[in-house]
Protein backbone atom coordinates (compact mmCIF):
# COMPACT_ATOMS: atom_id res chain seq x y z
CA UNK A 1 0.00 0.00 0.00
CA UNK A 2 1.35 3.52 -0.78
CA UNK A 3 1.82 5.93 2.14
CA UNK A 4 1.82 9.24 0.78
CA UNK A 5 -0.04 9.47 -2.60
CA UNK A 6 -0.42 12.26 -5.10
CA UNK A 7 -2.27 12.22 -8.54
CA UNK A 8 -1.89 13.21 -11.30
CA UNK A 9 2.11 12.28 -11.25
CA UNK A 10 2.67 14.50 -14.40
CA UNK A 11 0.56 17.50 -15.50
CA UNK A 12 1.09 19.75 -18.34
CA UNK A 13 -1.20 22.44 -18.67
CA UNK A 14 -1.17 25.97 -20.65
CA UNK A 15 -0.77 29.22 -18.70
CA UNK A 16 -3.21 31.06 -16.95
CA UNK A 17 -5.31 27.93 -16.63
CA UNK A 18 -6.59 26.46 -12.68
CA UNK A 19 -5.16 23.47 -11.80
CA UNK A 20 -5.49 20.92 -8.39
CA UNK A 21 -2.66 18.52 -7.26
CA UNK A 22 -4.41 15.91 -4.94
CA UNK A 23 -2.58 14.12 -1.73
CA UNK A 24 -3.52 11.69 0.54
CA UNK A 25 -1.56 9.39 3.29
CA UNK A 26 -2.92 6.41 5.01
CA UNK A 27 -0.11 6.85 7.55
CA UNK A 28 -2.94 8.24 10.24
CA UNK A 29 -0.09 11.33 10.51
CA UNK A 30 -1.97 14.31 11.65
CA UNK A 31 0.14 16.72 10.44
CA UNK A 32 0.64 17.15 6.08
CA UNK A 33 2.50 19.41 4.15
CA UNK A 34 3.20 20.54 0.19
CA UNK A 35 6.88 21.13 -0.78
CA UNK A 36 8.18 22.35 -4.18
CA UNK A 37 11.30 21.27 -6.04
CA UNK A 38 12.90 23.51 -8.26
CA UNK A 39 14.71 23.04 -11.23
CA UNK A 40 18.07 23.40 -9.28
CA UNK A 41 16.44 20.66 -7.36
CA UNK A 42 16.29 22.48 -3.90
CA UNK A 43 13.36 21.43 -1.97
CA UNK A 44 11.40 24.46 0.18
CA UNK A 45 8.12 24.20 2.22
CA UNK A 46 5.71 25.66 0.79
CA UNK A 47 2.37 24.85 3.53
CA UNK A 48 1.90 22.60 6.31
CA UNK A 49 -1.53 21.35 7.74
CA UNK A 50 -1.74 20.10 11.25
CA UNK A 51 -5.70 18.46 11.58
CA UNK A 52 -6.97 19.92 9.18
CA UNK A 53 -5.70 23.66 10.62
CA UNK A 54 -2.93 25.33 8.79
CA UNK A 55 0.31 26.03 10.34
CA UNK A 56 2.55 26.71 7.79
CA UNK A 57 2.50 29.43 4.65
CA UNK A 58 5.19 30.42 3.33
CA UNK A 59 5.68 33.34 1.37
CA UNK A 60 3.95 32.04 -1.69
CA UNK A 61 1.94 33.65 -4.42
CA UNK A 62 -1.85 33.83 -3.43
CA UNK A 63 -2.56 32.10 -6.45
CA UNK A 64 -1.47 28.65 -4.69
CA UNK A 65 -4.56 27.75 -2.15
CA UNK A 66 -3.97 24.36 -0.11
CA UNK A 67 -7.14 22.45 0.99
CA UNK A 68 -7.39 19.93 3.91
CA UNK A 69 -11.20 18.27 3.58
CA UNK A 70 -9.41 15.97 6.58
CA UNK A 71 -6.22 15.33 8.27
CA UNK A 72 -5.74 12.42 5.20
CA UNK A 73 -5.91 14.34 2.68
CA UNK A 74 -4.28 17.80 1.48
CA UNK A 75 -5.10 19.28 -1.92
CA UNK A 76 -3.08 22.01 -3.91
CA UNK A 77 -4.95 24.30 -5.98
CA UNK A 78 -3.79 26.60 -8.26
CA UNK A 79 -5.03 29.56 -9.82
CA UNK A 80 -3.54 31.55 -13.45
CA UNK A 81 -0.64 29.35 -14.18
CA UNK A 82 2.93 31.25 -14.88
CA UNK A 83 5.99 29.39 -16.46
CA UNK A 84 7.80 29.83 -13.15
CA UNK A 85 5.31 27.81 -11.49
CA UNK A 86 6.62 24.16 -12.90
CA UNK A 87 8.17 22.13 -10.76
CA UNK A 88 7.91 19.08 -8.93
CA UNK A 89 5.60 19.58 -6.11
CA UNK A 90 5.93 16.99 -2.94
CA UNK A 91 3.16 16.25 -0.25
CA UNK A 92 4.92 14.50 2.65
CA UNK A 93 2.85 13.52 6.25
CA UNK A 94 4.57 13.37 9.57
CA UNK A 95 3.02 12.49 13.03
CA UNK A 96 3.73 15.95 15.25
CA UNK A 97 6.51 15.27 17.53
CA UNK A 98 9.59 13.17 16.79
CA UNK A 99 8.50 11.02 13.59
CA UNK A 100 10.32 11.81 10.24
CA UNK A 101 8.41 12.65 7.43
CA UNK A 102 7.24 10.60 4.62
CA UNK A 103 7.29 11.98 0.92
CA UNK A 104 5.23 10.90 -2.02
CA UNK A 105 6.77 10.44 -5.38
CA UNK A 106 5.92 14.29 -6.34
CA UNK A 107 4.01 15.48 -8.85
CA UNK A 108 5.62 17.53 -12.26
CA UNK A 109 3.64 20.65 -13.16
CA UNK A 110 4.84 21.76 -16.69
CA UNK A 111 3.20 25.72 -17.63
CA UNK A 112 3.63 25.92 -21.58
CA UNK B 1 16.16 30.71 10.01
CA UNK B 2 17.48 27.42 9.80
CA UNK B 3 20.26 26.88 7.12
CA UNK B 4 20.99 23.65 5.83
CA UNK B 5 24.47 22.96 3.64
CA UNK B 6 25.85 19.86 2.45
CA UNK B 7 29.35 18.89 1.16
CA UNK B 8 30.27 18.15 -1.34
CA UNK B 9 27.28 18.94 -4.36
CA UNK B 10 29.47 15.72 -6.04
CA UNK B 11 30.79 12.81 -5.23
CA UNK B 12 32.00 10.44 -7.81
CA UNK B 13 34.32 7.09 -5.83
CA UNK B 14 34.86 3.71 -7.50
CA UNK B 15 33.09 0.79 -6.26
CA UNK B 16 33.63 -0.67 -2.67
CA UNK B 17 34.60 2.70 -1.49
CA UNK B 18 33.20 4.53 1.65
CA UNK B 19 31.32 7.29 1.29
CA UNK B 20 31.43 10.41 3.60
CA UNK B 21 28.23 12.80 2.72
CA UNK B 22 28.33 16.14 5.71
CA UNK B 23 25.88 17.91 6.21
CA UNK B 24 25.97 21.06 8.30
CA UNK B 25 22.99 23.33 10.26
CA UNK B 26 22.80 26.76 11.48
CA UNK B 27 20.27 26.44 14.00
CA UNK B 28 21.26 23.78 16.89
CA UNK B 29 17.71 23.90 18.37
CA UNK B 30 16.45 20.82 16.44
CA UNK B 31 13.81 17.96 17.02
CA UNK B 32 15.25 15.16 14.28
CA UNK B 33 17.60 15.01 11.32
CA UNK B 34 16.43 12.87 8.40
CA UNK B 35 18.21 11.68 5.48
CA UNK B 36 16.86 11.01 2.12
CA UNK B 37 17.32 9.38 -1.06
CA UNK B 38 16.22 11.01 -4.20
CA UNK B 39 17.00 9.16 -8.17
CA UNK B 40 16.42 11.17 -10.69
CA UNK B 41 13.10 11.88 -11.69
CA UNK B 42 11.35 9.97 -8.40
CA UNK B 43 10.48 11.00 -4.66
CA UNK B 44 12.22 10.96 -1.62
CA UNK B 45 13.25 7.49 0.24
CA UNK B 46 13.60 8.07 3.98
CA UNK B 47 17.10 6.23 5.04
CA UNK B 48 17.94 7.37 8.51
CA UNK B 49 16.68 9.19 10.91
CA UNK B 50 18.21 10.87 14.13
CA UNK B 51 16.45 12.30 17.17
CA UNK B 52 18.06 15.44 18.42
CA UNK B 53 18.71 13.49 21.89
CA UNK B 54 21.01 10.82 20.10
CA UNK B 55 24.83 10.43 18.04
CA UNK B 56 24.05 7.99 15.42
CA UNK B 57 21.62 5.93 13.68
CA UNK B 58 22.66 3.03 11.98
CA UNK B 59 20.40 0.83 8.81
CA UNK B 60 22.74 -1.81 7.04
CA UNK B 61 25.72 -0.67 5.14
CA UNK B 62 24.86 3.35 5.97
CA UNK B 63 26.07 5.15 9.72
CA UNK B 64 24.41 8.89 10.02
CA UNK B 65 25.89 10.62 12.96
CA UNK B 66 24.54 13.62 14.66
CA UNK B 67 26.47 16.64 16.54
CA UNK B 68 23.79 18.93 17.49
CA UNK B 69 25.78 21.17 19.38
CA UNK B 70 27.99 22.00 16.20
CA UNK B 71 25.26 21.54 14.12
CA UNK B 72 26.70 18.85 11.72
CA UNK B 73 25.69 15.44 10.25
CA UNK B 74 27.79 13.12 8.66
CA UNK B 75 26.16 10.08 6.87
CA UNK B 76 28.60 6.91 5.48
CA UNK B 77 27.96 4.39 3.54
CA UNK B 78 29.96 1.65 3.61
CA UNK B 79 31.66 -0.60 0.48
CA UNK B 80 29.54 1.61 -1.92
CA UNK B 81 27.83 -0.46 -4.93
CA UNK B 82 26.30 1.17 -8.36
CA UNK B 83 22.77 1.15 -6.81
CA UNK B 84 23.93 3.49 -4.22
CA UNK B 85 24.46 6.22 -6.90
CA UNK B 86 21.69 8.79 -6.46
CA UNK B 87 21.65 12.13 -4.62
CA UNK B 88 21.60 12.32 -0.90
CA UNK B 89 19.13 14.72 0.99
CA UNK B 90 19.86 16.20 4.62
CA UNK B 91 16.71 17.81 6.08
CA UNK B 92 16.66 19.25 9.72
CA UNK B 93 13.09 19.41 11.89
CA UNK B 94 13.34 22.53 13.56
CA UNK B 95 11.18 23.09 16.46
CA UNK B 96 8.56 25.00 14.83
CA UNK B 97 7.57 22.07 12.35
CA UNK B 98 9.59 22.72 8.94
CA UNK B 99 11.81 20.58 7.52
CA UNK B 100 14.62 22.42 6.15
CA UNK B 101 16.57 21.18 3.03
CA UNK B 102 19.84 21.10 2.04
CA UNK B 103 20.91 21.18 -1.66
CA UNK B 104 21.99 17.47 -1.53
CA UNK B 105 25.05 15.61 -2.48
CA UNK B 106 25.22 13.36 -5.91
CA UNK B 107 26.75 10.45 -5.60
CA UNK B 108 28.09 8.11 -8.90
CA UNK B 109 29.28 4.99 -7.84
CA UNK B 110 31.96 3.87 -11.02
CA UNK B 111 31.44 -0.10 -11.80
Redesign the interface.
Known amino acids: DTAVSQTPKYLVTQMGNDKSIKCEQNLGHD?M?W?KQDS??????MF?Y?NKEL??NETVPNRFSPKSPDKAHLNLHINSLELGDSAVY?C?SSQ???????????T?LTVV | KQEVTQIPAALSVPEGENLVLNCSFTDSAIYNLQWFRQDPGKGLTSLLLIQSSQREQTSGRLNASLDKSSGRSTLYIAASQPGDSATYLCAVRSNDYKLSFGAGTTVTVRA
Do not use: P
Open positions: TYYKKFLKISNIIFASGVDGYTFGSGR
